[in-house]
C-alpha cells in the first residue's frame, strides 16, 4: 500500500527514550529533560505585538507563495546587514521552517543516483531527507580532535562525479562546531571547477559565544554562486511554532522550481507569521536575541566545566547553538542503551548520539534553567559512577 520512498523513512531514533520519558513521568517519576531542541525562552513581546496587529489588521487571507514583498525586502537586508550577502527578491522564498526549506530544495535538485556528503555529526533529517529524495548519503567522519569539523583533504576524498551537494551546518546541531571564514574559504577552493551545490544551515547563526559567524556563501564568488543560504527564525528569535524559513540562492533557477513545487503543496507560509517575522529580521528583536545569547553562554560555561568533572566523560565547549556532545566512550560504546538506562535509573532524559550518525556521545541541550542543568548533571554523575565502579 505505502510507496518504497516512505518506507525508506525511519522514525527517529529518540522517540524510544521521548516514549519511556512520557511514561515514567505518568508514573509520577521526577524526570528532567535535556533534550529539547527548542530556546525555553518567550517570543519577544515586540513580534508578538506585530503578530496581534497583523490579526486585528485582518491580515489573515492569502499571500504570494514566495512571501510578500516586505518579507523578502526584510529578508535581503538582513542577509546584507549582517551577512554581506546580496540577493534580489527573486533569489528568496520563504517556507514553513527551514526544515522545508531543506525539503524543497532537496526535492528539487536531488534524484536517484546523486550523492550528498553530509558531515557527521548530523542534524537526523538531513540524511533522511535526501534517502527520501532517492540520493545517496556520502558521510564524513568528524569527532573532538577535529572538533567536530570536516578537513579540506577529507571533502576533496569524498568528491565522486556523482557528488550533487554538500551539506554545511554552522553553528552545528549537535555539536555546536562553528566553521571559521578561513575553514569555509578552504573548502571552497576544494570545490572550485565542480558543479556542487552548498546547501548552508545558519539557523544557530545569532548564538555565538566564541568567535563571529561567516555566511558560507560569503566567503569568495564561487561559494556564493554555488550556495544555498538556509536560515530562519526558530532558534534564534525563539520562534519554534511559528514556523518561519527562508531560502536565498544566487541561481534563481533553484528558487523558481522550488516556489513551483510550493504552489502545489503548502502555498504561502502563514500570513501572520510573515508579518511578525519582519520584525524578527529588522532589528527590532535584537536586544532580546543578546539577552537570551548571554544566558545561553553562562549555561554553557558552567555546563561545560561541570561535565568536564566527572570521571568517564568529556565534552568540548561549542562556539555556538545550545547543545553539548558529550563524549561517552569510557563509560560506553553503546549510547541508545546508555541512554536509555540513564532515564530508567536517574530520569535524565537526553538524545543518543547514534542517532546523529556517531555513536559514543549523547547530546545534552543547555536550553533550559541553571538549576535543573546543575541537577540533571548531578543525576548523569551519579549514573556514570556506578556504570565505572
Known sequence: MLTDRVNILSESITIAISTLAQELKAQGKNILSFSAGEPDFDTPQVIKDAAIKAINDGFTKYTAVDGIPELKAAIALKLKRDNGLDYKPNQIISNNGAKHSLYNLFACTIQAGDE?????????????????????????????????????EQLKAALTPKTKMLILTSPSNPTGAVYSREELTALGKVLEGTNVIVASDEMYEKLIYDGEFTSAAAVSEDMYQRTITINGLSKSVAMTGWRFGYMAAANTEIIQATKKLQSQSTSNINSITQKAAIVGLNGEADADIEAMRVQFKARRDEAVKLFNEIDGLSVLSPAGAFYLFVNIKAVSNDSMQFCKELLEEQGIAVVPGVGFGSEGYFRFSFATDIESIREGIKRIATFVATKKS
Open 116 to 152: 550528498v556528503i553530509i558531515p557527521a555529526p548530523y542534524w537526523v533529517t538531513y540524511p533522511e531527507l535526501v534517502m527520501y529524495c532517492g540520493g545517496s548519503v556520502v558521510e564524513i567522519m568528524t569527532d573532538d580532535e577535529s572538533g567536530f569539523k570536516i578537513t579540506p
